[in-house]
């Protein structure tokens, strides 16, 4: 709690080795010098953060968004980066290659995300696989965070959420998957988040990437429940986009200053 009695808590989106180290899978380019300003911010402010939560983006091997997932016409899998549409499937393009994924469910999914206009289905190299060095935490971020659990008068704890471990579907923001999976609970919303956030004054926002996950989080608070989003601040120059998607979520940041969401630096305000 800061000197105005505020409730603080910070959300960080994330901070994974595979997304924010040089040795990573997906490192976001920047992502190791933003970790360094937030770790600084959060040492330096350890004492008014109330609660602390991170999300860890957690993936099988065998994930709709990973290579090994589909093969094209020749029996390849695609490459990371590559972009399959709905589309793709209908024309035989891609298919999922392991008979117990239907091309039926593949397409519904497919066709259910282009409905929302949001995001392209990305084949992203592996990363974050549950249980290896790359889905760990930072060890930049995981020091400071276990100071600030120390630094308090009672016991601290960070609260860890997983996200992305359904194989059938997308899991960008915090709050949900991109796609709900039926009798996969944790692919829909995550009520219990909502509702320990909405006990905060302040909630500051940040972790990778800028451009997809921080982003979606943003979003999803936005849609579901617009009077905790407001309470939302971002720390702009904790996070960064993954290199060649730096403007796709310009329309969600420009939503969200039109709501009255703030956004600052964390090292301008240190």
């Known amino acids: 709690m800061n000197a105005e009695g505020k409730k603080i808590a910070l959300l960080i989106i994330d901070p994974q080795n595979d997304f924010c180290s040089q040795r990573g899978s997906l490192f976001v380019q920047g992502a190791d010098e933003d970790n360094h300003r937030l770790a600084d911010w959060i040492l330096?402010?350890?004492?008014?953060?109330?609660?602390?939560?991170?999300?860890?983006?957690?993936?099988?091997?065998?994930?709709?968004?990973?290579?090994?997932?589909?093969?094209?016409?020749?029996?390849?899998?695609?490459?990371?980066?590559?972009?399959?549409?709905?589309?793709?499937?209908?024309?035989?393009?891609?298919?999922p290659s392991f008979e117990m994924f239907s091309q039926g469910l593949a397409l519904t999914y497919l066709e259910k995300l282009e409905?929302?206009?949001?995001?392209?289905?990305?084949?992203?190299?592996?990363?974050?696989?549950?249980?290896t060095w790359g889905s760990a935490v930072d060890t930049i971020i995981?020091?400071?965070?276990?100071?600030?659990?120390?630094?308090?008068?009672?016991?601290?704890?960070?609260?860890?959420?997983?996200?992305?471990?359904?194989?059938?579907?997308e899991h960008f923001g915090a709050f949900r998957a991109q796609v709900a999976i039926a009798n996969a609970n944790e692919t829909h919303v995550n009520m219990s988040l909502i509702e320990q956030l909405d006990n905060f004054d302040v909630?500051?926002?940040?972790?990778?990437?800028e451009s997809h996950c921080v982003a979606n989080s943003l979003k999803q608070i936005m849609d579901?429940?617009?009077?905790?989003?407001?309470?939302?601040?971002?720390?702009?120059?904790?996070?960064?986009?993954v290199p060649g998607f730096e403007n796709l979520a310009t329309p969600i940041y420009e939503q969200a200053r039109e709501m009255g969401i703030l956004f600052e630096q964390a090292l301008v305000n240190q």
């Open 224 to 241: 579901l429940a617009p009077n905790i989003a407001k309470k939302f601040v971002v720390l702009t120059d904790t996070m960064s986009p």
């Open 44 to 95: 330096d402010r350890k004492e008014e953060i109330d609660q602390v939560i991170v999300t860890l983006d957690s993936h099988y091997v065998i994930d709709i968004s990973h290579p090994k997932f589909w093969v094209d016409e020749h029996g390849e899998n695609p490459n990371p980066f590559t972009i399959i549409k709905s589309q793709d499937v209908i024309d035989g393009k891609y298919k």
């Open 142 to 169: 995981d020091g400071c965070l276990r100071e600030w659990s120390l630094s308090g008068k009672d016991a601290r704890f960070v609260r860890y959420i997983t996200k992305g471990s359904h194989p059938m579907t």
């Open 115 to 131: 409905e929302q206009g949001e995001f392209e289905h990305c084949i992203w190299p592996e990363h974050c696989v549950t249980g």
């Open 203 to 209: 909630i500051y926002l940040a972790g990778q990437a």
